[in-house]
């Protein structure tokens, strides 16, 4: 390309960004490569595995849902009472009871996140929109940086009710995830995500706080609710066999 086609092109991107400066109060949005380089899919569908209440997963594929906010994993929050409870993972529990009533879920494609997640807004197979149904039951938060107040609604209503996170008090988890940005890991990737693109590699094998290795296959109790954790040394299987060698035992539950 000639040096002054390419001067002239990258002065012209320069007036825009400036044009865009003056005109707005807000930031610049966020730059993701992942959305020039990746490709853009239409949608994605099938059965659902919860990972906490606003990230699922389809066919291997993370899928964190577009506008809201739910409790991390590992966060707790204070009940009616002032007692300390566990509502991420109380979030994903209700997710979880209410995708399964109704499958499986269709998500239309928003955007890539810097985690290479799809963002999307998800429907169960009755049409009911997964995002509106968690803020509306108090189980995640309008996140009015993503969502331009689309659910601010369904949140006012929850509040109103004193419903899930609303019966007692709770750090919203964008801020919960900054004051403990240490204890937060990236979302880690299922290993047949990366490699043969073999989408039966979903056993989890968990390691408790007693350091005893458990794995979990889909269809068991704590199996939706189990976060792997790839740097303390949990990992993905692609059979029982494989995690029985590895030593790892199965679920009681």
């Known amino acids: 390309m000639p040096l002054r086609l390419v001067?002239?092109?990258?002065?012209?991107?320069?007036?825009l960004v400036t044009q865009f400066v003056m005109h707005n109060s807000g930031p610049l949005p966020e730059i993701n490569l992942q959305n020039i380089i990746q490709p853009r899919p239409v949608s994605i569908?099938?059965?659902?595995?919860?990972?906490d209440g606003d990230t699922i997963e389809i066919h291997g594929q993370r899928v964190r849902f577009n506008?809201?906010?739910?409790?991390?994993?590992?966060?707790?929050?204070?009940?009616a009472k002032d007692f300390e409870y566990p509502c991420g993972r109380r979030s994903a529990e209700a997710l979880d009871k209410f995708l399964s009533a109704s499958?499986?879920?269709?998500?239309?494609?928003?955007t890539w996140d810097r985690y290479g997640r799809f963002v999307g807004t998800c429907t169960r197979a009755d049409g009911t929109d997964v995002a509106a149904w968690m803020v509306e039951h108090g189980q995640a938060l309008?996140?009015?940086?993503?969502?331009?107040?689309?659910?601010?609604?369904?949140q006012a209503k929850a509040q109103a009710a004193k419903l899930g996170l609303w019966v007692g008090n709770f750090q919203a988890p964008w801020n919960w995830r900054?004051?403990?940005?240490?204890?937060?890991?990236?979302?880690?990737?299922?290993?047949?995500?990366?490699?043969?693109?073999?989408?039966?590699?979903?056993?989890?094998?968990?390691i408790s706080a007693e350091g005893v290795r458990i794995y979990?296959?889909?269809?068991?109790?704590?199996?939706?609710?189990t976060i792997i954790n790839e740097a303390k040394g949990e990992?993905?299987?692609?059979?029982?066999?494989?995690?029985?060698a590895a030593g790892w035992r199965r679920s009681k539950l």
């Not at 569908?45 to 990972?51: D, H, K, L, N, T």
């Not at 009015?144 to 659910?151: Q, R, T, V």
């Not at 900054?178 to 968990?206: E, M, R, Y």
Request: hydrophobic letters at 35%.
């Open 178 to 206: 900054a004051q403990h940005s240490d204890d937060v890991q990236a979302p880690s990737t299922p290993t047949f995500a990366l490699g043969s693109g073999n989408a039966g590699c979903n056993i989890k094998g968990n």
């Open 142 to 154: 309008d996140w009015p940086k993503y969502s331009n107040g689309a659910y601010a609604a369904q």
């Open 103 to 110: 499958r499986p879920v269709q998500c239309a494609f928003v």
């Open 67 to 79: 506008g809201i906010d739910a409790p991390e994993s590992r966060q707790y929050c204070d009940d």
């Open 216 to 225: 979990h296959v889909p269809g068991q109790r704590y199996y939706s609710v």
């Open 235 to 244: 990992r993905w299987f692609c059979s029982e066999a494989e995690a029985v």
């Open 45 to 51: 569908a099938g059965v659902a595995s919860v990972i």
């Open 7 to 15: 001067l002239m092109t990258v002065a012209a991107v320069s007036a």
